[in-house]
């Protein structure tokens, strides 16, 4: 993944962010934590090689509507970015959180499908995974990025820097007539 | 361009939707009226094969601000799809009409860029590229199609079914803090 290389390069400025590379693949450990006085290190990546089932697991664990692993494949496929979170256990990667964005590689990007496990919300890892996702979409110059916010969320997406309807500018869904 | 011979099948029920081949190139007849006692028939295209140069002309006609040649490229090469409008004078193609859609080909979609020359403007035009364009992405089972509309075109876009808000879900995006 040439983009870690080249955007996230070892900042000295803070210890919580460093570039580590394991197995000749670039993940980005993004945060640790001491849970049950154990820690935790959280890691990023950004590609596509994600394991299906663990993301439906992920996605159970927050209630979402399942839907069919075929179509899921199709739709990582033809995302522009897919970044996971994750952390080892017993040598065995646990998927823990989960953004991807469609793009036209150029002007637009739109984010889908923002997920953390329960187990590991409201400790900064969400805000973590969207500022890696804009620091990589702002690195391929896509200068306008959308998402579409539950009303639970426009909170959160706010303090990062989302604006609601800018200039009156309203996000609409089609539905048959 | 498959799509066409598989979806549009030529309607009985209604003159104005033709499916005509033309050098091979499926391309749609979707409107005709009488301009100025000349009868003008309008087409429309889906695919990339767009002359970005004509593409820039349709966007200066409305005043959008211009973009660099290089960054459409490529945002037209990936996009999920390209429809335009288009009619012959004097055996030359004149484009007046576009839309384009972002999309992972499986869930979601975004509509972006849709424009219509002001000379083709009030005559339904705009509501036929619309309307095709949900066509093609409801055609490849996309059930999430969204788009970020300006005040001014709620009502026209409320009109074809998109909803504003629905469930509270905010249209959000994002500026560098």
């Known amino acids: ?8 390069k070892p900042k000295t400025h803070t210890e919580k962010i460093q ?3 394991k197995n000749k693949k670039n993940f980005l450990l993004i945060h640790n934590f001491n849970n049950n ?6 890691y990023l990546n950004i590609n596509n090689n994600i394991n ?5 697991k992920l996605c159970d664990s927050v209630g979402w509507v399942r839907r069919p ?7 990582i496929n033809n995302s522009f970015l897919i970044a996971h979170l994750f952390y080892y256990c017993n040598n065995q990667k646990k998927l823990i ?3 991807r964005a469609t793009s036209d590689h150029s002007f637009n990007a739109t984010i889908w499908d ?6 590991f919300q409201s400790k900064g890892l969400g805000k973590e995974l969207m500022t890696q996702v804009i620091k990589y979409l702002r690195f391929y110059d ?8 539950d009303p639970h969320v426009t909170k959160f997406y706010k303090h990062l820097g989302f604006v609601i309807d800018p200039d009156g500018v309203k996000g609409m869904f089609w539905y048959p007539l």
Chains 1, 2 share one sequence.
């Open 37 to 42: 006085g154990e820690i935790i290190n959280i």
């Open 52 to 56: 299906l089932y663990d993301l439906e």
């Open 142 to 149: 896509i200068s306008t990025i959308t998402l579409f916010a």
């Open 19 to 21: 570039n580590i590379n």
């Open 69 to 75: 692993i075929k179509k899921v494949k199709i739709a």
């Open 1 to 8: 993944m040439t983009f870690w290389k080249s955007f996230f």
């Open 114 to 119: 923002v997920v953390i496990h329960p187990n």
């Open 97 to 99: 959180g989960f953004a």
